[in-house]
């Protein structure tokens, strides 16, 4: 992180009082924000029950969710580090809407501490940020799938690939229901020419996951190019009971 010398930071502190984005208390001197310590420690878990495919909430305990029971997906595993609420939501609006990239890079240190309390998301060889449309990555003058995927890969080791090219769906696409958005999405994303996948076991890394297409429709691409596993990490998880 791109750390201000003490000065400069003990003059803008006094000058320019940065607050929590979830809460709006001033941050103490010397907090890393956006979130207050206490915000940070408080993000809200992920569902619980959740489907073991996807981990969308369901209602009642069971196995899989409405959307996967009787399905096989490309996407062989989706989990999430937090319920999309409260603080987690906030973090979430800060890096797609405020334009703090500083939120994105906190989400991907809290993904990286729970996928690596996950067993079942170990043994990856490497991780691919899902992709902007080249349109919204110069609008916004990043990708916050790519902030949090190296902070995964700053704590977890794992060599991060640039294998995913995002050709179309540059719009707001997480207002279409679940059927548009899969229309939507079909196809809009490719392997870049000169990734080589084959045989590797990838984690695609996403700041929200919804209804898990975007996941998938970049598992059916790498799956495509010879890739051996794909799972995906996202940040937060939104959508409502799908049970
Ligand atoms: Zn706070
Ligand atoms: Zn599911």
Not at 127 to 154: D, S, W
Not at 183 to 197: N, Q, T, W, Y
Request: net charge positive; hydrophobic share 45%; glycine share 12%.
């Amino acid at each position: 992180m791109l750390r201000m010398g003490f000065w400069t930071e003990a003059v803008l502190h006094v000058v320019l009082p940065r607050a929590c984005v979830h809460c709006r208390q001033d941050l103490a001197f010397g907090d890393d924000g956006p979130l207050c310590p206490a915000c940070a420690a408080g993000l809200p878990p992920a569902p619980d029950p959740g489907c073991v495919r996807c981990g969308a909430a369901l209602g009642v305990r069971r196995d899989f969710c409405g959307a996967c029971t009787g399905r096989l997906f490309s996407c062989r595993l989706i989990r999430a580090a937090c319920a999309h609420r409260g603080p987690a939501a906030a973090l979430v609006h800060a890096f797609k809407f405020r334009g703090l990239p500083d939120a994105a890079r906190a989400a991907g240190r809290a993904l990286a501490e729970d996928l690596a309390r996950r067993p079942e998301m170990g043994g990856a060889d490497a991780l691919a940020p899902v992709p902007l449309h080249p349109r919204r990555a110069r609008e916004r003058g990043y990708n916050q799938a790519e902030l949090i995927a190296r902070e995964v890969a700053a704590s977890s080791g794992l060599p991060m690939l640039d294998a995913l090219e995002r050709r179309r769906g540059g719009g707001p696409s997480w207002r279409l229901g679940r059927a548009d958005r899969r229309a939507e999405l079909s196809g809009a994303f490719v392997v870049r020419p000169g990734a080589d996948v084959r045989g590797l076991r990838l984690l695609v890394i996403d700041d929200v996951c919804a209804t898990a297409t975007t996941l998938e429709e970049c598992a059916k691409a790498l799956r495509a190019a010879g890739a051996a596993d794909v799972r995906g990490g996202a940040f937060a998880r939104a959508g409502r009971f799908i049970s």
